[in-house]
């Protein structure tokens, strides 16, 4: 059964270390958790969520910078320094005056996002949530190195000389257009869903 609500909350979301910016805008219910806001991260950003991921925020009411993710369950340590995000929701931590967490998602390509919370809205019953309403530029391929990979993806496939120039265009499809983005074409995934595929990929 979903989860009535009478608010939405809309974010930013700014790939870190890239220019021009890369960024998206999306409304998700004030129900949402942090796996919930992760998953719709994923899918405006265009990640396929197949890497471990962690917020970074201060808590609201101590100002200390708390880490919330997926903590192991077997490692007591990694549940004392990690917060559950399938326990913990965006509505306890996020609010006009503690706007901002930094998101990494895939620790080895290290793809750090600014998340601001812009506004707090009534709910549009003619809208389903979430909804991504505003972005800029296509996401990085996955797995392409990080920032300094993603450069020189770019400086490759732009260049017909470079010596990984087919190599790298087959490994994306034959095309990539870095400018190219579409809010209308950002299709969400269930979060419930998405959390059996990711106790199945990491045996959780």
């Known amino acids: 059964m979903k989860k009535r609500f009478s608010k939405v909350y809309q974010f930013k979301i700014s790939l870190k270390g890239i220019r021009p910016p890369i960024w998206r805008r999306i409304q998700v219910p004030e129900t949402y958790t942090f796996w919930d806001l992760h ?4 899918d405006a950003m265009g990640w396929s969520g197949c890497h471990l ?6 808590d609201p009411s101590r100002g200390w910078i708390m ?3 997926i903590p192991s369950e077997e490692d007591d340590f990694s549940r004392w320094l990690i917060l559950s995000g399938r326990r913990e929701k965006i509505a306890n931590w996020f609010s006009m005056e503690n706007r901002i967490a930094n998101y990494t998602y895939d620790f080895g390509d290290g793809w750090e996002h600014k998340i601001q919370l812009e506004k707090i809205l009534p709910r549009d019953k003619n809208i389903k949530y979430p909804i991504c309403i505003a972005g800029k530029r296509a996401c990085p391929p996955e797995d392409c190195g990080g920032v300094w990979g993603y ?3 770019l400086e490759a ?4 000389n470079h010596e990984r120039h087919k190599e790298l265009l087959e ?3 034959g095309e990539f257009d870095p400018e190219y983005f579409d809010a209308n074409e950002v299709i969400f995934e ?4 998405h959390w059996q595929f990711v106790k199945d990929w990491y045996v959780l």
Not at 53 to 58: G, I, L, S, Y
Not at 190 to 193: E, L, R, S, T
């Open 151 to 153: 450069k020189e993806f």
């Open 53 to 58: 991921h962690e917020f970074e925020m201060p």
């Open 39 to 42: 998953v719709a991260i994923q």
């Open 157 to 160: 496939i732009r260049d017909p």
């Open 190 to 193: 269930d979060p419930d869903k």
């Open 171 to 173: 490994w994306v499809g």
């Open 67 to 69: 880490r919330i993710g």
